[in-house]
């Protein structure tokens, strides 16, 4: 399961990276179904973060890997 998501997480990256952004794999929990993960770069503290990580990593994320239910940062 985690190998998945970080599977996901390797083709989303090269986005994020075009503008400076990063995020890394903390945690999943299979019980609750939520990943965790950390913005990184350009990402940390940028306005638009929540919206790209809820409608552009957490909807791809989602869509490969039915048991992620929520993505959160930490």
């Known amino acids: ?38 913005l990184q770069g350009a990402c940390q503290g940028c306005p638009m973060s929540q919206i790209t990580l809820q409608d552009g990593i957490g909807r791809a994320i989602k869509e490969k890997v039915g048991e992620v239910k929520e993505v959160m940062t930490i």
């Open 1 to 38: 399961m985690i190998d998945k998501i970080k599977n996901e997480l390797s083709l989303i990256r090269p986005h994020l990276q075009m503008d400076g952004g990063d995020v890394e794999f903390i945690d999943f929990d299979p019980a609750t179904g939520i990943l965790k993960l950390h």
